[in-house]
């Protein structure tokens, strides 16, 4: 049956666990008339998960804990066909009505090549679904290249006003429209205000693990061993190593070392162990939060939960960490296992658009009324063309192997042998990607580490 125009439907696409996490919470705090975090009743969500190297296992999908309307694992090109259809206006079922909302919640390069197709696909249609985009947690890396391309999209959030001003100073710096920054903030955040007076369980310190942060085993040995010297040296703590994914599971970064191998030569105290779930409930029972640059410190600062960004391997780009300069939260281990307890910045938190004052409640207001305005013109047909920076004209040698990457040709039409978007895979093609999938993270975890050891000989 045809779903009423009173719903409001909404497809997002995601390349990993944490950003189908951002995208199907956006889309919610979007389409919701409050702040609150129930689900209207007129909201229809459907999930894509692009096919990857990074695409959730169920587990990680029931971490999350977002259901869908539907999902499915997709190719880019799949994708398009499935939104915009032979006729650039069919659902992705049936006679169901089109999408109302699409949010792409993917690598840059993966949405700049949507974008285009999207661009071609709904190229003289009458109506089209209004684009949103943006970021899963702190723009510490390539904000130029990641803002470009991710322009094109109708909102680009912004997760505090510091990234906004950011934004919008580099798309007016290249010439680019700037009118579809928002500001918003983090999706995932809220939970219960810490309050240390009357708890009943144990001081407890959480290590926030990153796949990426740092890259090299001797970091990531020696930030796992302070960690269990901080538990041998106060028994009286309980200390967590909260991992972002299990052996064989991949998230939005390539983690070739996991904690789970280097920990089995370390031998560590009963008060010490590993946690998996939802960071959300982790935090429920966190009394210090520590991390090297992890997104879960914003979501520890919002609850006012005591937070510690680590500065034992340096304040360096490449850690992310400095993206925490003036936060008041830059601390090292020596001073965490003396009981220093840091004490962030309030002008900071502010900025930061985690600010545990009650402004978050109004933080999407501004999102949610745009997205309304430009469905209301979208049913109306008074949408104009997605455009974004890079075509042809102003990106010659780099847009082409953008869109090649996901098989889409210049134009961003199907390159010859790209998988049909009017199918299914069947059987047969379903367990050759499920065998190339493991045989990639397998060659990742322990194959690659192996071969970048011989190579430091």
């Given at each position: 049956?045809?779903?009423?125009?009173?719903?409001?439907?909404?497809?997002?696409?995601?390349?990993?666990?944490?950003?189908?996490?951002?995208?199907?919470?956006?889309?919610?705090?979007?389409?919701?008339?409050?702040a609150?975090?129930?689900?209207?009743?007129?909201?229809?969500?459907?999930?894509?998960?692009?096919?990857?190297?990074?695409?959730?296992?169920?587990?990680?999908?029931?971490?999350?804990?977002?259901?869908?309307?539907?999902?499915?694992?997709?190719?880019?090109?799949?994708?398009?066909?499935?939104?915009?259809?032979?006729?650039?206006?069919?659902?992705?079922?049936?006679?169901?009505?089109?999408?109302?909302?699409?949010?792409?919640?993917?690598v840059?390069?993966?949405?700049?090549?949507?974008?285009?197709?999207?661009?071609?696909?709904?190229?003289?249609?009458?109506?089209?679904?209004?684009?949103?985009?943006?970021?899963?947690?702190?723009?510490y890396?390539?904000?130029?290249?990641?803002?470009?391309l991710?322009?094109?999209?109708d909102?680009v959030?912004?997760?505090?006003?510091?990234?906004?001003?950011?934004?919008?100073?580099?798309?007016e710096?290249?010439?680019?429209?700037?009118?579809?920054?928002?500001?918003?903030?983090?999706?995932?955040?809220?939970?219960?205000?810490?309050?240390?007076?009357?708890?009943?369980?144990?001081?407890?310190?959480?290590?926030?693990?990153?796949?990426?942060?740092?890259?090299?085993?001797?970091?990531?040995?020696?930030?796992?061993?302070?960690?269990?010297?901080?538990?041998?040296?106060?028994?009286?703590?309980?200390?967590?190593?909260?991992?972002?994914?299990?052996?064989?599971?991949?998230?939005?970064?390539?983690?070739?070392?996991?904690?789970?191998?280097?920990?089995?030569?370390?031998?560590?105290?009963?008060?010490?162990?590993?946690?998996?779930?939802?960071?959300?409930?982790?935090?429920?029972r966190?009394?210090?939060?520590?991390?090297?640059?992890?997104?879960?410190?914003?979501?520890?600062?919002?609850?006012?939960?005591?937070?510690?960004?680590?500065?034992?391997?340096?304040?360096?780009?490449?850690?992310?960490?400095h993206?925490?300069?003036g936060?008041g939260?830059?601390?090292?281990?020596?001073?965490?296992?003396?009981?220093?307890?840091p004490?962030?910045?309030?002008?900071?938190?502010?900025?930061?658009?985690?600010?545990a004052?009650?402004?978050?409640?109004?933080?999407?207001?501004?999102?949610?009324?745009?997205?309304?305005?430009?469905?209301?013109?979208?049913?109306?047909?008074?949408?104009?063309?997605?455009?974004?920076?890079?075509?042809?004209?102003?990106?010659?040698?780099?847009?082409?192997?953008?869109?090649?990457?996901?098989?889409?040709?210049?134009?961003?039409?199907?390159l010859?042998?790209?998988?049909?978007?009017?199918?299914?895979?069947?059987?047969?093609?379903?367990?050759?990607?499920?065998?190339?999938?493991?045989?990639?993270?397998?060659?990742?975890?322990?194959?690659?580490?192996?071969?970048?050891?011989?190579?430091?000989?």
């Amino acid at each position: 049956m045809p779903v009423s125009n009173k719903t409001t439907r909404v497809a997002v696409l995601a390349d990993s666990d944490t950003r189908w996490k951002w995208g199907s919470l956006t889309a919610k705090r979007l389409v919701q008339t409050t702040a609150a975090v129930d689900t209207p009743a007129d909201f229809h969500l459907d999930g894509y998960l692009l096919r990857g190297r990074a695409t959730p296992t169920p587990r990680q999908l029931q971490e999350v804990g977002v259901r869908a309307d539907s999902m499915r694992e997709v190719t880019a090109i799949e994708f398009l066909g499935h939104v915009g259809g032979a006729s650039g206006a069919r659902a992705a079922t049936g006679d169901e009505a089109p999408y109302d909302v699409i949010v792409l919640a993917l690598v840059g390069g993966a949405v700049q090549a949507v974008l285009h197709g999207l661009a071609r696909a709904f190229d003289g249609a009458s109506r089209r679904p209004v684009v949103v985009t943006g970021y899963v947690g702190v723009v510490y890396e390539k904000l130029a290249d990641g803002l470009l391309l991710r322009h094109g999209a109708d909102v680009v959030l912004a997760n505090s006003r510091q990234d906004a001003e950011r934004f919008r100073e580099v798309y007016e710096g290249v010439g680019a429209d700037a009118s579809g920054v928002v500001e918003a903030a983090l999706p995932f955040l809220g939970g219960t205000p810490y309050a240390p007076d009357g708890r009943s369980t144990p001081y407890t310190v959480v290590f926030a693990a990153q796949p990426s942060v740092p890259e090299k085993r001797a970091d990531r040995s020696y930030l796992l061993s302070r960690l269990i010297r901080h538990a041998r040296s106060h028994p009286e703590r309980e200390v967590l190593l909260k991992l972002r994914s299990k052996p064989g599971e991949h998230t939005t970064h390539i983690e070739e070392l996991p904690y789970q191998k280097l920990v089995r030569s370390e031998d560590a105290p009963p008060n010490f162990r590993l946690v998996y779930g939802h960071m959300g409930e982790v935090l429920d029972r966190t009394d210090l939060l520590v991390t090297v640059s992890s997104t879960a410190a914003l979501e520890a600062l919002h609850r006012s939960i005591p937070t510690a960004v680590l500065t034992d391997l340096g304040v360096r780009e490449a850690l992310g960490n400095h993206a925490f300069i003036g936060s008041g939260c830059l601390a090292s281990w020596d001073q965490l296992d003396a009981g220093h307890s840091p004490t962030p910045d309030p002008e900071w938190v502010a900025r930061q658009g985690v600010a545990a004052d009650g402004a978050y409640e109004t933080a999407f207001d501004a999102a949610r009324s745009r997205v309304a305005e430009l469905t209301g013109r979208a049913r109306d047909g008074g949408l104009p063309p997605i455009a974004p920076y890079y075509t042809q004209v102003t990106a010659p040698g780099y847009l082409p192997g953008i869109l090649a990457r996901h098989h889409l040709g210049p134009d961003a039409a199907p390159l010859p042998g790209a998988p049909a978007a009017d199918r299914e895979p069947g059987p047969v093609r379903q367990a050759v990607r499920s065998a190339a999938r493991g045989a990639y993270r397998h060659g990742v975890q322990r194959v690659a580490p192996v071969i970048r050891r011989m190579g430091e000989l």
